[in-house]
């Protein structure tokens, strides 16, 4: 167990919707990471942020969005789904940009048919 | 993109036998780190070696780098069942004052009873 926690567990939605994932933070974390990790292959870094503020972004279109709230919870919204969205959704917390270890979520297994 | 390229891609050992994971990168790191997924589920932080070291031990975890070579090894002594799943290695470049991951594809570790 992380302490950080991420619902829904699995979501299935449909081509052109949107999507809101959440993410709560382990007690004390400012900072947060997203990750997308399609079947077979390693997470791949959508952005961060910290202390409510986007704090860097991997390859990522704009229909992938962020917040972070004043309790350092977080959500990442996908606009107009597309097909290859499908994947599992990991958010990771740490303390401080500068701390090195990440702890990560179980994962939002998204499914776009 | 992928920075980590670990190899082999799948390990099958028996239970007892030493477990070796190679991992390869590109570009200057600050830290590498390895991390464990059983099933599609969250990651577990395992091991980090800053770029200053060259060796760690934790529990039956060894974990070597060689910064010259730009290649890192995970070893895990006497495996067990549990060890099944799959383990990724990460690298830190900690430029400024972000520090992002980056994940190679993985190492997919079978373990027979």
């Known amino acids: 167990e992380t302490g950080v926690t991420q619902s829904p567990t699995h979501l299935i939605k449909t081509r052109g919707q949107q999507v809101t994932l959440r993410c709560s933070s382990q007690?004390?974390?400012?900072?947060v990471s997203w990750y997308q990790q399609a079947l077979g292959q390693g997470p791949q870094f959508i952005f961060q942020?910290?202390?409510?503020?986007?704090?860097g972004r991997g390859n990522f279109p704009p229909r992938f969005s962020g917040l972070q709230f004043p309790n350092y919870s977080s959500e990442l919204n996908v606009n107009a789904l597309e097909l290859d969205d499908s994947a599992l959704y990991l958010c990771?917390?740490?303390?401080?940009?500068?701390?090195?270890?990440?702890?990560f979520g179980p994962g939002t297994r998204l499914t776009v048919t | 993109s992928q920075q980590g390229e670990e190899d082999p891609q799948a390990l099958s050992i028996q239970e007892g036998e030493n477990a070796t994971m190679n991992c390869s990168y590109k570009?200057?790191?600050?830290?590498l780190q390895w991390y464990r997924q059983n099933s599609g589920r969250g990651l577990v932080h395992l091991i980090l070696?800053?770029?200053?070291?060259r060796e760690k031990h934790s529990g039956r975890l060894r974990v070597t780098l060689d910064t010259s070579k730009k290649s890192s090894s995970l070893l895990i002594t006497a495996s067990r069942a549990a060890d099944t799943a799959s383990y990724f290695c990460?690298?830190?470049?900690?430029?400024?004052?972000?520090?992002?991951?980056?994940f190679g594809k993985g190492i997919t570790l079978s373990v027979r009873p």
């Open positions: 007690s004390g974390h400012n900072t």
């Open positions: 990771a917390s740490q303390q401080g940009v500068r701390s090195y270890e990440q702890y």
């Open positions: 942020y910290y202390r409510e503020e986007e704090n």
């Open positions: 570009t200057s790191i600050n830290n």
């Open positions: 990460a690298t830190d470049p900690y430029l400024g004052a972000n520090s992002k991951l980056t």
């Open positions: 070696i800053r770029s200053n070291e």
